[in-house]
């Protein structure tokens, strides 16, 4: 059986790397934004690109249509029998509006070791590196299939990649699933996740009249949506504590024991870290035990929004006709979206019936192994590559085609992400670096070997 070598992997890392950043310049620079139908055709041209690419380096591939975006399937075949690995990224990304860009977008900028540009982390940066390390274990003749899934509508909670698995998973058969879209707490500290929040998004729309009308004239008998619907929202939740009021949404929460809290503890958690990545001026917690139960194995409430009325400058004393609050709830394993969705509408219509409440796409929590033989080889992988054994956390967000994945193919799911932090997830000047992008080839091509051994 063939066995990678320290230096063969050192000599091929170095020697790709103008081939790596040259290819995460073409792709970041499709701004392959899936939430805006003007880039539908930049979602498409991405989609060529990765399977031009796959072919390119002598993998099967193919664009796989579905009613919304595209599915890039592809696949190194290096032998019947043999056991395949499967590695979901998503090559879709957040839009990039926000005025603290420091330069385009979709402009690829590098700085050093630091890529800057819309997708390089999320999850373009970490796409690529699981693909050298899958080119590496191929030319190293590693008996192991190595199968690709790239999506391109994670972004918008994969509302068509449950179509697609459907169509598609008897042709998919894997051994297990890899997943590279997951962040470390912190620089030289690995960190694999083997959970994931699920997610409850809905709109509350509460109308009480057809215009605009004066509060001197009106004021005192006309309803106020907007006030009503703060109302609302803080007798659903204490936005000082983050505790729900809502009778029933913490019934079916599965708490961690202690190892769990321990191994988040261990990850490399601080609490002014924390705040520094994410630039936050206050937490709700200085306990960083409270912190990373709140940020990974706790539900939330969260308000993501209020709109009506005026706001322009000044005060116009109008009362407006109509308001809508836009909140989430990010829900922890065993809690079932559609049953929080029950129990938030019902609080709801008892509390101010007026109020419609319109759902959005659920997604449920997942929670993989944390030992056991794939777990095994995600540390062995980890601790070989980055030189630390890796600490086993939960992440706090949501990846709605996990859950999806484990249904269909019904294989296990390991997390082997490469971002940081102050990478800048969904945030403005998102970057990536070399320093993970190279040690992400390292570690899956060790991953690929280990897999190879389980026969």
Not at 90 to 102: F, G, I, K, R, S
Not at 122 to 133: E, M, V, W
Request: aromatic residues 10%; contains cysteine.
């Amino acid at each position: 059986m063939s066995k990678i070598s320290s230096y063969n992997v050192e000599m091929f890392v170095a020697s790709v790397r103008n081939e790596f950043e040259s290819k995460l310049q073409e792709w970041v620079e499709i701004p392959t934004v899936s939430s805006d139908p003007e880039h539908r055709n930049d979602i498409e041209r991405g989609a060529d690109a990765a399977v031009s690419y796959l072919r390119a380096l002598g993998a099967q591939a193919e664009k796989v249509p579905t009613p919304g975006n595209p599915v890039v399937v592809g696949k190194f075949v290096t032998g019947a029998g043999r056991p395949t690995v499967t590695i979901y990224n998503h090559l879709d990304v957040q839009p990039a509006n926000e005025p603290q860009w420091t330069r385009p977008p979709f402009v690829f900028h590098k700085d050093g070791d630091t890529y800057i540009g819309r997708g390089t982390t999320d999850d373009k940066g970490p796409a690529l590196a699981a693909l050298f390390g899958a080119r590496f274990a191929v030319e190293q003749g590693i008996p192991v299939n190595i199968q690709f899934i790239w999506e391109f509508e994670e972004e918008i909670g994969s509302p068509h990649f449950e179509h697609f698995m459907k169509g598609n998973y008897k042709r998919l058969g894997t051994k297990s699933v890899a997943v590279s879209d997951t962040i470390w707490i912190s620089r030289g500290r690995p960190a694999v996740a083997y959970g994931l929040r699920g997610l409850a998004p809905m709109r509350l729309i509460l109308e009480t009249g057809t215009k605009d009308v004066h509060s001197g004239l009106t004021g005192g008998a006309a309803r106020n949506p907007l006030g009503e619907l703060c109302q609302l929202i803080a007798e659903c939740y204490d936005a000082r504590t983050g505790k729900v009021h809502i009778p029933g949404f913490y019934d079916d929460v599965a708490k961690p024991g202690k190892a769990e809290i321990a191994s988040f503890l261990a990850s490399g958690f601080n609490v002014k870290r924390f705040k520094d990545a994410h630039e936050l001026l206050k937490l709700r917690s200085s306990d960083a035990e409270e912190i990373v139960r709140r940020i990974w194995a706790q539900p939330t409430f969260e308000v993501h929004g209020i709109v009506g009325g005026y706001t322009g400058p000044g005060v116009k004393t109008a009362i407006a006709p109509k308001a809508e609050a836009k909140i989430s709830m990010r829900l922890v394993p065993n809690q079932k979206p559609e049953k929080v969705f029950r129990l938030v509408r019902n609080f709801i219509r008892k509390h101010n019936p007026d109020v419609q409440v319109e759902p959005e796409s659920f997604l449920s929590p997942f929670l993989g192994p944390n030992k056991g033989p794939y777990a095994d080889a995600a540390r062995d992988a980890m601790r070989t590559a980055f030189g630390k054994d890796p600490a086993f956390v939960r992440e706090g967000g949501s990846i709605g085609a996990v859950v999806t994945m484990q249904h269909y193919l019904k294989a296990p799911i390991v997390f082997l992400g490469l971002s940081l932090p102050e990478h800048g997830y969904h945030a403005p000047n998102e970057n990536f670096d070399w320093e993970q992008a190279s040690g992400g080839m390292r570690m899956f091509a060790r991953y690929f070997e280990n897999i190879s051994k389980m026969g």
